[in-house]
């Protein structure tokens, strides 16, 4: 089969890497997806292991199509009750860009007709109930190529499942392994966030610095379906189980309130990593940086609706970068969607990458191991 793996834009090249790593074969990279090759094994390997893909999908069928009578017809076209078994339900969801058909919920209306009206005559009864398992059916037009692809997902890849709880603006759970991924950091040196808030990129780190598979604890829509192999997640949970690494990590989380430093604390908990991680409730300003050395600081600090406004985050990121210049041998990657970071912090960034947030954009500036 041909799969698509979808993540944020800026993200594309790093999720690259992580399905070459899964020894699967890339056949090309685009923004905000990466398309390989895979069977059902790999379906439940990309879905457990990608750390910053938001879905795994089965590619269906790719076509131009620049009226709703071309999308009907080719959508039409494909064999629908080999694809969704009787009862299924089936909803449809759609993206457009720069393409001739951009009314997203019509696209959605027809696409969903033509499947309907494919499975009432191969079937021959009009009475479709949709009570059964969910395969979800993703329509996506880029310069009027459509691409039909089926979701093996269901929640989106971030929802990990063991953050039930987040304070105000979280951090998307693929971002934040994204963070740690394009840092330098490594398990044998400690890692600080001075602003950890529920305690996502901590824990997100100690996940990559002791193997444990993204994907472990939360539910997966493949595995509703009745044709998939019912013991291959087991399987394949079990080999990642027998590869944790076992090795005590040095990482350590600050935040100035103390529901957000609880909610952090029982977020590691549901994952079994409290005694890996470190939550002190703690006003960053109290933090004595000169005792940071050879270490890395991967931090999301607050802005925008975290605080209440542009002078207060000013103030923040001027101080922080006096803190900063305090540390020894300490490297810092730090993200953030103020736009005059690099003047306030008053020191310009060894470099930078655009990312985003959901929606929002945000840059994350690298500074190297600092004298």
């Known amino acids: 089969m041909e799969l698509i793996a979808t993540c944020a834009f800026g993200l594309e090249k790093l999720l690259y890497q992580e399905i070459k790593k899964l020894g699967l074969w890339v056949i090309k990279t685009e923004d905000g997806r990466v398309t390989f ?76 007709k033509a499947i309907v009206k494919k499975l009432q005559t191969v079937r021959g009864d009009g009475n479709l109930p949709e009570t059964g398992p969910t395969y979800s059916i993703l329509t996506r037009f880029n310069q009027d190529i459509c691409t039909l692809s089926l979701d093996t997902t269901g929640d989106s890849l971030h929802k990990r499942g063991y953050r039930q709880q ?10 934040a392994a994204a963070l740690v991924l394009l840092s330098d950091w490594n398990p044998e040196i400690p890692l600080v966030d001075p602003f950890c808030g529920s305690g ?27 044709d998939f192999p019912k013991d291959l997640l087991d399987k394949y949970r079990q080999e990642a189980k ?63 609706e975290r605080l209440s406004n542009e002078i207060d985050v000013a103030k923040l990121y001027v101080d922080l970068g006096k803190s ?33 947030n959901g929606k929002l954009k945000c840059y994350l500036y690298q500074y190297f191991k600092f004298m």
């Open 37 to 112: 090759k895979g069977e059902k094994d790999d379906i439940v390997r990309a879905n457990l292991w990608l750390r910053t893909a938001e879905r795994v999908q089965i590619k269906l069928a790719e076509f131009e199509a620049r009226t709703f009578d071309e999308l009907f017809d080719q959508t039409y076209a494909l064999d629908w009750a080999t694809i969704i078994p009787e009862n299924a339900t089936f909803p449809v969801l759609c993206t457009t860009t720069k393409s001739t058909l951009h009314n997203e919920p019509a696209i959605q209306s027809i696409t969903k």
């Open 166 to 175: 987040a304070n105000l603006a979280p951090l998307k759970e693929t971002l």
């Open 200 to 226: 996502t990129i901590l824990i997100e780190a100690a996940m990559i610095g002791l193997n444990i598979a993204p994907g472990m604890i939360r539910y997966f829509t493949f595995q509703s379906w009745p």
């Open 242 to 304: 027998s590869q944790i690494v076992d090795r005590k990590l040095k990482i350590f989380g600050y935040d100035i309130d103390g529901d957000t430093i609880k909610i952090a604390r029982q977020n590691a908990a549901n994952l079994e990593l409290t005694k890996q991680i470190s939550f002190t409730q703690s006003d960053f300003h109290k933090l004595k940086f000169e005792n940071l050395k050879n270490c890395t600081i991967i931090t999301n600090p607050p802005y925008g």
């Open 324 to 356: 900063y210049n305090q540390t020894n041998h300490t490297s810092l990657f730090l993200l953030t969607g103020f736009e005059n970071f690099q003047e306030t912090f008053a020191r310009p960034a060894d470099k930078n990458r655009k990312l985003f």
